[in-house]
């Protein structure tokens, strides 16, 4: 895409982090919002923000995990703008703790909403965007969908499925002669909401107290005040999306240092070597973040 003025732009996970600054790139260049977020107060509190600026948003309080809320997400996204050209599949969570201590209740979390919201995300827009053969996926992955990171096991398999259903999702509209584009982004780490997302885990899935998290996440290297400091500020990432989707670029990172991580691991497959262990402290100084 290299024309965006007056063109719709849909972010889930649009109220903070990555995604708010997406939308604000987008703004700046003359798009109209869709800004779908879990937590409404904090959903409204940017779009005012936005409006404020010239941008045109409509809101839509979405659980991205659900499948009925993203059907409810696209239908109301079509029928306030007619159409959709940039869909960026954003919203995030995570989970902290080795292997043996995560529960059934910290996968399902995370990966309802890292993996199943992305594939709802496609599955809901992709239609629309084949049919008038224009537009632009953006799925959000991570470093811990290249690599696998120490500590956050149900976070680095949902962004490892991100990364192969965009893949997949590339080799399909090549096939079929689509000129829609897709990207995978792969931030390291950012400034973001991550480490607070337990407070959007729903009733059902809780079954740890606050205190049990906060020691199982503070126990898991990477989280220090320090390392927090050296994160990226979410502006960059979302400079990196627009200048992607423009360039069609599939693989979008954001961090050039991180990338020596990835032939590390390929060296292991092909040399049938033992996988590195990736430690969290290994992405500037600490966690990878979305």
């Known amino acids: 895409m290299q024309d965006f003025e007056g063109k719709v732009a849909v972010v889930t996970g ?3 982090g990555i995604g708010l600054a997406m939308a604000t790139r987008f703004a700046a260049e003359g798009m109209h919002l869709v800004l779908a977020d879990i937590e409404e107060a904090v959903l409204e509190e940017a779009a005012a923000g936005l409006r404020e600026g010239g941008a045109e948003v409509l809101t ?3 659980d991205c995990g659900d499948a009925a809320s993203m059907d409810n997400l696209a239908e109301e996204s079509l029928a306030h703008y007619g159409s959709v050209h940039v869909v960026c599949n954003n919203a995030g969570v995570g989970a902290r703790g080795t292997m043996w201590e995560l529960g059934v209740n910290d996968w399902e979390f995370v990966l309802r909403v890292n993996l199943w919201g992305v594939i709802h995300g496609v599955r809901v827009f992709a239609p629309h965007l084949v049919e008038q053969d224009e537009g632009h996926i953006v799925n959000t992955g991570s470093m ?7 500590g956050t096991g149900p976070y680095n398999v949902s962004k490892h499925g991100v990364v192969t259903l ?3 999702l590339y080799g399909e509209l090549q096939d079929a002669g689509s000129n829609v584009g897709v990207s995978v982004l792969c931030p390291g780490i950012i400034r973001t909401n991550l480490r607070n997302s337990e407070r959007n885990r729903p009733e059902h899935l809780r079954d740890l107290d606050a205190d049990a998290v906060r020691a199982r996440t503070e126990k898991t290297p990477g989280f220090s ?3 927090r400091l050296q994160a990226l500020p979410a502006e960059w990432a979302a400079e990196c999306v627009f200048e992607g989707i423009k360039a069609n670029r599939f693989y979008i990172l954001t961090h050039d240092d991180h990338e020596g991580q990835i032939p590390r691991r390929h060296d292991a497959i092909q040399n049938d070597g033992n996988p590195a262990v990736v430690r969290s402290t290994v992405f500037a100084g600490g966690p990878i973040e979305r």
């Not at 811990?144 to 120490?150: K, M």
């Open 14 to 16: 649009g109220a903070s």
């Open 60 to 62: 839509v309080q979405t």
């Open 144 to 150: 811990a969908g290249l690599v696998s990171v120490s």
């Open 166 to 168: 965009s893949e997949t």
């Open 225 to 227: 005040d320090t390392v």
